[in-house]
């Protein structure tokens, strides 16, 4: 690769490892001598079948799953699964508990709320700008499902420990840090994931879904929006998004074979969000806006005294090739956000800018 990249800060479309990009790179004309790039070959041929079949095992691998699991790959990212959540899991006569952690929940209910099923809001951090995680919540027991959003992008925060539902399945949204962490899968009913954040580009879907949760899906609905279309068909009713699925293989190989797996990978992402927040904390010119219990390890959000100190902060930072660092437009502020695929080197620069523009400016 040359020597223009940045450190990029992106909270998605975001990094991707070098040494997946570069295998792309050094295979797309001519991938694995078919005579074809990847965005070429037949999504029906010998050779994606490997690479489907090849990033589903990985990936149940990475996360430990057993039979019971499917590994499905999805178009329309994790905001279809806003609707299609509901319209598969929720008769009418059924209801499921929601927790409000933010935009994304927020979305989520809206969601279901449009489709007339029953929603009940168990619990929100809304008092408080959603800068927190809730706890101490009191699920119902006869939902078909509780759905969380592990990870806030927006404001930087984090389920540190999943709820205990008593047994309800846990449907969570993990789009911003699925593979960032090992974590007690047999909670979940289902877990689904943009890819774009943290383990691939834009165009899929992780979606893994349990056998139980499969079989609520009614008949009546259309048929892409039915997980069992897909899971019958390995993913591949219609055409799926082959250069997607490619690179989040690559992303899963990497994973496995370059990091050592999710007990590695959180170590690295622990001391990287470590090395941040700690600089924030001991500074009197940043101010941290998350919740200390509740900090993601993907997402660190912060604020400078004043807004027009910000927009120097992000110019300044991008003029020394560091990227991305604009919060979210709905909050203002900064944001880095420090996925995976984020090196201890770019943390390093980072703090190294925001010592440097502390004392010019502060």
């Known amino acids: 690769m040359n020597d223009q990249r940045i450190y990029n800060f992106n909270a998605g479309p975001a990094a991707l490892p ?108 809304e008092d408080e700008n959603f800068s927190y995680i809730p706890k101490d919540i009191s699920f119902h027991e006869d939902a078909v499902f509780t759905h969380i959003t592990s990870n806030n992008t927006i404001k930087g925060t984090q389920w540190q420990t999943f709820p205990d539902t008593a047994g309800v399945p846990l449907v969570a949204d993990m789009s911003s840090d699925i593979m960032s962490r090992p974590f007690d899968v047999d909670k979940f009913g289902m877990i689904y994931a943009g890819a774009q954040k943290n383990i691939g580009p834009a165009g899929v879907c ?42 989040l293989q690559l992303v899963m190989k990497w994973l ?41 390890l993907m997402n660190v959000t912060f604020r400078l005294p004043d807004e027009n100190l910000e927009a120097t902060f992000v110019k300044e930072a991008l003029d020394q090739g560091m990227g991305g660092l604009k919060g979210h437009r709905s909050v203002g502020g900064c944001r880095a956000s420090i996925y995976n695929a984020t090196g201890m080197d770019a943390i390093e620069a980072l703090v190294d800018f925001m010592k440097a523009f502390e004392k010019k400016m502060g």
């Open 18 to 125: 070098l040494a997946v990009l570069e295998e792309i790179r050094d295979s797309f004309t001519d991938f694995k001598g078919s005579g074809m790039s990847i965005t070429e070959v037949s999504h029906r041929s010998v050779w994606f079948d490997d690479v489907i079949n090849d990033a589903a095992e990985r990936v149940k691998r990475l996360l430990s799953l057993d039979n019971r699991y499917h590994v499905l790959f999805l178009q329309g990212g994790a905001s279809l699964q806003f609707c299609m959540i509901p319209m598969n899991f929720l008769s009418d006569d059924k209801s499921a508990d929601y927790v409000n952690t933010g935009t994304w929940s927020t979305k989520a209910i809206k969601e279901a709320q449009i489709q007339g099923k029953s929603v009940a809001v168990v619990a929100s951090s």
């Open 206 to 247: 992780l979606v893994v879904i349990r056998e139980d949760m499969l079989a609520l899906s009614p008949d009546h609905i259309p048929t892409m929006l039915n997980y069992n279309t897909f899971a019958s068909k390995n993913s591949m009713f219609n055409t799926p998004p082959c250069f997607a699925i490619y690179t």
């Open 256 to 296: 496995e074979e370059t990091v050592g797996g999710l007990d590695r990978m959180a170590e690295r992402n622990a001391e990287k969000a470590k090395r941040l927040y700690d600089f924030i904390d001991e500074s009197s010119f940043y101010t941290g806006t998350a919740a200390t219990d509740s900090r993601s």
